[in-house]
């Protein structure tokens, strides 16, 4: 080899170096007595578990805590005062929704308000009236008209009409639903089964469906057909008596034909709709500008939600240090290391605390249809969700998982196939660390966590984890039992990938997502 080859090589070898170790002011900014410090603070007893929509406002103390951090380290707000407001609206049934059988002469004959709305619609706040049309197990509706009729249906089919067992089956239902959804029916009647005498389908629907739940704001106005469960009873006084729904059934289970009955002297009368309520919500997300003066209109984004799931029914606190307190803070000291880079990235670089993942992925689902960059200028997401655990003995009860979690140098990480080159530079920061990547999770976990909105657009995505341990979801997920020294090493991965992302010359997309 020549001398110039070799200085040029040896020249090559320390830029390289340089580059990987990225400014050691700005990598040794990652620390874990800083990590230590404020996960103590977002998972403690006071904060309270961190709930979207809970009556303590811990969630809105740790969005208050994130944006301060943020304002501290100089970065520029994405959103007034950093704080984005998500539209979301909390659900529960309206106590005066009804449901009456009224005959030819307008005479009623059954009113009831145990109504379970599995699928609401805006289109019935005023009461309608409509024919009604039996459609028995659902199994026979093709060519037939049924548009602006509401649609009775039995729960469950004609192999298990005559068992006791008395059971939703979610697949089997949902598949009648989406069948009479596409003959635009007004409104479809799941009606429970006429023996079940102890309402125990009633019972268990009941729970699922009329608790209070949350939404996005732009998807509430459906005009979808809603889908109602009721009691058989509402059948029986349709037909024309107690019995008539049973014996109709056993006709079409005893027959084996499934004939659709269309009520001629009586309708239905509906009245439905849930109530809905505001709720406080908010990602908080911060901005360092590129240097680039082209380059900086494009973005990278780190991402983590900060929300988890309050109180257990004992009063006893979730406090989420490693879901998601860990990436959250994880994210903090990515931030961090960023503003101490004496030469800014070219990109611009996204800081984003995203709310409401655990009752919906609410918050990374708002942001990607209000980017701060638009998404097909997002070079890529990475999120982070769990990263601060290490294996221990009593983790075994995921075995059957493909997502048990790592030892010390063991990292899940989910990407797609957007821009390959991303997985490629992963790969060779986790050889410099000392990360060993498990690349093997099955596809399903591209709809896991917040990734999942990125993704759907199109933006190459990374999602770190280091695994589902023995206190997934439950009290026992505690600031001492996490491993900050892990930790450190996934925020150290992060960054370096993040900043050659950042600084590369071109990205070019595949269609392939």
Request: no cysteine.
């Given at each position: 080899m020549s001398f110039y080859k070799t200085i040029s090589t040896v020249f090559?070898?320390?830029?390289?170096?340089?580059?990987?170790?990225?400014?050691p002011n700005a990598i040794s900014a990652i620390d874990t007595a800083d990590m230590k410090k404020n996960l103590s603070f977002i998972a403690s007893d006071e904060i309270q578990g961190r709930r979207?929509?809970?009556?303590?406002?811990?969630?809105?103390k740790v969005a208050d805590y994130l944006a301060a951090n943020a304002k501290k380290l100089g970065l520029k707000p994405g959103a007034p005062s950093y704080f984005q407001k998500v539209q979301v609206v909390a659900s529960k049934p309206n106590p005066a929704n009804y449901a009456e059988i009224?005959?030819?002469?307008?005479?009623?004959?059954?009113?009831?308000?145990?109504i379970i709305e599995i699928r609401s619609s805006e289109n019935f706040r005023e009461p309608l009236e409509l024919p009604v049309v039996f459609m028995g197990f659902g199994d026979n509706i093709s060519g037939l008209d049924l548009k602006g009729k509401a649609v009775v249906l039995s729960i469950g089919s004609k192999d298990v009409f005559n068992n006791d067992l008395f059971r939703w089956n979610n697949r089997l239902e949902r598949r009648k639903i989406d069948s009479v959804s596409a003959k635009d029916p007004a409104a479809i009647l799941i009606m429970t089964h006429p023996e079940d005498k102890h309402d125990k389908v009633f019972k268990q629907i009941s729970v699922w469906f009329n608790r209070e739940r949350y939404h996005l704001k732009s998807a509430v106005a459906s005009t979808e057909a809603p889908v109602l469960l009721l009691r058989s009873k509402v059948a029986d006084e349709v037909l024309g008596g107690h019995g008539k729904y049973r014996r109709y059934l056993s006709n079409i289970v005893k027959s084996d034909k499934e004939t659709p009955v269309l009520i001629e002297d009586r309708t239905i009368t509906l009245k439905v709709g849930k109530q809905y309520q505001p709720v406080d919500a908010k990602n908080v997300v911060a901005i360092l500008e590129g240097s680039d003066p082209e380059l900086k209109d494009e973005c990278v984004v780190y991402m983590a939600h900060y929300d988890h799931l309050g109180l257990d029914e004992n009063g006893e606190v979730y406090n989420g240090a490693d879901d998601n307190?860990?990436?959250?803070?994880?994210?903090?000291?990515?931030?961090?290391?960023?503003?101490?880079?004496?030469?800014?990235?070219?990109?611009?670089i996204v800081f984003l605390w995203v709310t409401g993942e655990e009752i919906g992925m609410f918050g990374s689902n708002y942001y990607t249809d209000h980017p701060v960059f638009p998404l097909d200028q997002t070079a890529t997401c990475f999120n982070l969700d769990m990263v601060g655990r290490v294996f221990e003995p009593r983790d075994t009860v995921w075995n059957k998982s493909p997502k048990r979690v790592k030892d010390y140098n063991g990292l899940f990480t989910v990407s797609n196939n957007v821009w390959p080159e991303l997985a490629k530079i992963n790969q060779k920061y986790c050889e410099q660390l000392k990360l060993e990547p498990d690349t093997t999770l099955?596809?399903?976990?591209?709809?896991s966590s917040d990734h999942y909105h990125f993704h759907k657009n199109g933006v190459p995505i990374m999602n770190y984890a280091t695994g589902y341990h023995a206190d997934y979801h439950k009290i026992g997920d505690e600031v001492e039992k996490i491993n900050f020294s892990k930790m450190k090493r996934v925020a150290e991965l992060c960054f370096l990938v993040g900043l050659e992302v950042a600084n590369h010359d071109e990205i070019k997309r595949t269609a392939d997502n």
């Open positions: 090559s070898f320390l830029l390289l170096g340089y580059f990987s170790y990225a400014q979207l929509g809970a009556d303590v406002k811990g969630l809105n009224v005959n030819n002469r307008g005479k009623s004959l059954y009113k009831t308000n145990s307190g860990s990436g959250t803070v994880t994210v903090m000291e990515v931030a961090e290391a960023f503003t101490k880079l004496e030469q800014k990235p070219k990109r611009s099955p596809s399903a976990f591209l709809r």
